[in-house]
């Protein structure tokens, strides 16, 4: 199908979709891969680089690795790397809806410890595309599946504290606003939304998500 | 399978098996209610992590720590005051350091502040032999505004304070400061390597998670450059979270003024701020100790906000000199 490409916002956030895009099924018809750079706000600032290739199926549907990582001046001790797959499930005239899962790797480095954290996402989207633009509703959550932690800073004030694999300890949920438009070969994009702790639990202490991406396609 | 399922079994073939973050002492050390090692008071309904230093009988030095959801450990330096012929007395307060953990709910209301008044008295009176006995508050931080709230209470109880750099004494006070000392820079280090972690520790209630995920934060206070002149990171037990959001809900829903009948208390009141900290200050000294009838303004130098753990040095000796006046 022609009209099968993808446009890949997105990028970023841990997990899930905060940062990260779905593709825009409309925007380009014979497209086969599109890079795409973001900045914006997820829990905390951040930038973010990601990739993905159109899958040869019977719907639209694409598959991507997506990196985000957080502002300062340490450049890689903190990131987080997601392998995504996305398909465009329902589609009838200009309306549209996408499932978005992934699966990934996420760093913490700070004087307090360091962590690896095993995370999966979804994110579902639905909304209005055509060629030049869409506008979107997104939901997604992402769950750490298990986590190891090296104290640092931490070991010194409790030198018994345990370092090893942990059991999930949480993930969050967010809800947002997607819009984007075809600017040339480049699609801009543009993500607000409200983020939560599992099972809306609780609020980061930015509650707030917003995000900027550029998308190239080749 | 469950995604989690798989994972768990993935690990368990590595030999891996996942801890439970809420197994007691893995991720924040063990309270009283659960070592029963620790040295302990039961006042006023609950179990306080405390700790005496001296001879009983003599003049009475309460060191209130900061935070709120801070702990004395890094106060400890005080202790050596017992040499010199005082009583000194160290607790965590309420729900916080090695404290018992308590529901959120006992700091609701407006009377959250006078819980924590009326548990220092209470630890006044567990260790207070004789009615003669002279008692002195030494207060930091959000301590020395507990030892304000309670002088402002009860000014005939207490023959002396120490105050070092309490924010403020009303909640206006309080905002002020804050916002100089809590200066937010959202592309730094510091502040992304506690916000980044907040995705991994959500929606989750239980109190050892909660007090684990605020020592992120640690790296934001102590970060190189502070506006509060920390040199580095200080000695703690345990972030009480609880116990902070509760009194800061508490400040900010309800206010506070600790000085509506600070008049009725004479002693003078030893005040200290820091050299090092750009976010206090001897204007903001003079601003806040205005309400005390009489003060005694004194700096310590070379030293940051938790002048007690990295300005003892400097601040000991002003401490003798107070204390020895009022004797």
Same mark, same amino acid.
């Given at each position: 199908?022609?009209?099968?490409?993808?446009?890949?916002?997105?990028?970023?956030?841990?997990?899930?979709?905060? &940062?990260?895009?779905?593709?825009?099924?409309?925007?380009?018809?014979?497209?086969?891969?599109?890079?795409?750079?973001?900045? +914006?706000?997820?829990?905390?600032?951040?930038? +973010?680089?990601?990739?993905?290739?159109?899958?040869?199926? +019977?719907?639209?549907?694409?598959?991507?690795?997506?990196?985000?990582?957080?502002?300062?001046?340490?450049?890689?001790? @903190?990131?987080?790397?997601?392998?995504?797959?996305?398909?465009?499930?329902?589609?009838?005239?200009?309306?549209?809806?996408?499932?978005?899962?992934?699966?990934?790797?996420?760093?913490?480095?700070?004087?307090?410890?360091?962590?690896?954290?095993?995370?999966?996402?979804?994110?579902?989207?639905?909304?209005?595309?055509?060629?030049?633009?869409?506008?979107?509703?997104?939901?997604?959550?992402? =769950?750490?599946?298990?986590?190891?932690?090296?104290?640092?800073?931490?070991?010194?004030?409790?030198?018994?504290?345990?370092?090893?694999?942990?059991?999930?300890?949480?993930?969050?949920?967010?809800?947002?606003?997607?819009?984007?438009?075809?600017?040339? =070969?480049?699609?801009?994009?543009?993500?607000?939304?409200?983020?939560?702790?599992?099972?809306?639990?609780?609020?980061?202490?930015?509650?707030?998500?917003?995000?900027?991406?550029?998308?190239?396609?080749? | 399978?469950?995604?989690?399922? *798989?994972?768990?079994?993935?690990? +368990?073939?590595?030999?891996?098996?996942?801890?439970?973050?809420?197994?007691?002492?893995?991720?924040?050390?063990?309270?009283?209610?659960?070592?029963?090692?620790?040295?302990?008071?039961?006042?006023?309904?609950?179990?306080?992590?405390?700790?005496?230093?001296?001879?009983?009988?003599?003049?009475?030095?309460?060191?209130?720590? $900061?935070?709120?959801g801070? @702990?004395?450990?890094?106060?400890?330096?005080?202790?050596?005051?017992?040499?010199?012929?005082?009583?000194?007395?160290?607790?965590?307060?309420?729900g916080t350091?090695?404290?018992?953990r308590v529901p959120k709910?006992?700091f609701?209301?407006?009377?959250?502040?006078?819980?924590?008044?009326?548990?220092?008295?209470?630890?006044?009176?567990?260790?207070?032999?004789? @009615?003669?006995?002279?008692?002195?508050?030494?207060?930091?931080?959000?301590?020395? &505004?507990?030892?304000?709230?309670?002088?402002?209470?009860?000014?005939?109880?207490?023959?002396?304070?120490?105050?070092?750099?309490?924010?403020?004494?009303?909640?206006?006070?309080?905002?002020?400061?804050?916002?100089?000392?809590?200066?937010?820079?959202?592309?730094?280090?510091?502040?992304?390597?506690?916000?980044?972690?907040?995705?991994?520790?959500?929606?989750?209630?239980?109190h050892?998670?909660l007090d684990?995920?605020?020592?992120?934060?640690?790296?934001?206070?102590?970060?190189?450059?502070?506006?509060?002149?920390?040199?580095?990171?200080?000695?703690?037990?345990?972030?009480g979270a609880v116990a902070f959001d509760a009194?800061?809900?508490?400040?900010?829903?309800?206010?506070?003024?600790?000085?509506?009948?600070?008049?009725?208390?004479?002693?003078?009141?030893?005040?200290?701020?820091?050299?090092?900290?750009?976010?206090? $200050?001897?204007?903001?000294?003079?601003?806040?100790?205005?309400?005390?009838?009489?003060?005694?303004?004194?700096?310590?130098?070379?030293?940051?906000?938790?002048?007690?753990?990295?300005?003892?040095?400097? *601040?000991?000796? =002003?401490?003798?000199?107070?204390?020895?006046?009022?004797?």
């Amino acid at each position: 199908m022609k009209n099968t490409i993808f446009l890949l916002l997105g990028l970023l956030v841990p997990g899930l979709s905060t &940062m990260a895009q779905q593709v825009n099924w409309r925007a380009f018809d014979s497209v086969n891969t599109v890079v795409g750079v973001q900045i +914006g706000m997820d829990i905390n600032t951040a930038y +973010g680089l990601s990739v993905a290739n159109r899958l040869p199926m +019977g719907i639209p549907a694409a598959a991507g690795i997506e990196y985000w990582a957080p502002f300062g001046n340490r450049f890689i001790d @903190d990131w987080n790397l997601m392998a995504t797959m996305q398909g465009e499930l329902w589609r009838k005239g200009s309306w549209s809806a996408t499932l978005k899962p992934s699966l990934g790797l996420r760093r913490v480095e700070s004087p307090v410890a360091k962590i690896v954290s095993l995370n999966a996402g979804l994110s579902v989207s639905g909304g209005y595309l055509t060629n030049r633009w869409g506008a979107l509703v997104e939901a997604s959550v992402d =769950q750490s599946l298990a986590s190891h932690l090296q104290h640092g800073l931490l070991k010194e004030t409790y030198p018994s504290v345990y370092d090893g694999w942990y059991k999930s300890m949480g993930g969050t949920a967010r809800l947002g606003l997607l819009a984007n438009v075809a600017l040339g =070969q480049n699609l801009l994009s543009v993500k607000l939304g409200r983020s939560w702790g599992q099972f809306f639990a609780d609020s980061p202490t930015i509650p707030w998500y917003a995000s900027v991406s550029l998308v190239r396609y080749f | 399978m469950k995604p989690f399922s *798989f994972l768990t079994l993935t690990l +368990g073939l590595l030999g891996c098996s996942p801890a439970d973050p809420l197994s007691p002492g893995l991720l924040v050390p063990l309270t009283v209610a659960e070592d029963p090692t620790l040295p302990f008071v039961q006042v006023n309904g609950t179990t306080l992590h405390a700790e005496a230093f001296g001879t009983p009988g003599d003049p009475m030095v309460v060191l209130i720590h $900061g935070g709120p959801g801070g @702990d004395y450990r890094s106060l400890l330096k005080a202790a050596s005051l017992a040499d010199e012929g005082y009583f000194v007395v160290f607790y965590d307060q309420r729900g916080t350091g090695l404290s018992e953990r308590v529901p959120k709910s006992q700091f609701a209301g407006a009377e959250a502040i006078s819980l924590m008044v009326n548990d220092l008295d209470a630890v006044i009176g567990h260790y207070r032999e004789a @009615d003669s006995q002279k008692v002195f508050l030494f207060g930091h931080s959000w301590g020395a &505004m507990l030892a304000t709230a309670f002088i402002n209470q009860f000014p005939e109880k207490v023959q002396g304070a120490i105050l070092s750099e309490p924010g403020g004494l009303t909640w206006p006070q309080v905002e002020a400061y804050l916002s100089r000392s809590n200066k937010i820079r959202l592309f730094s280090e510091e502040l992304n390597d506690a916000l980044f972690p907040e995705q991994l520790f959500s929606g989750r209630s239980e109190h050892e998670i909660l007090d684990y995920k605020a020592a992120y934060f640690t790296s934001v206070e102590n970060a190189p450059g502070n506006p509060i002149g920390n040199a580095g990171p200080y000695p703690f037990w345990r972030n009480g979270a609880v116990a902070f959001d509760a009194l800061f809900e508490t400040g900010s829903t309800y206010g506070l003024d600790f000085t509506s009948n600070l008049n009725s208390f004479q002693p003078p009141v030893l005040f200290l701020y820091s050299e090092l900290n750009t976010a206090y $200050g001897r204007a903001w000294a003079e601003e806040v100790s205005a309400p005390f009838s009489a003060v005694q303004l004194s700096v310590v130098p070379g030293s940051g906000h938790e002048m007690l753990w990295f300005g003892w040095e400097g *601040f000991a000796p =002003q401490v003798r000199t107070y204390l020895s006046s009022l004797k």
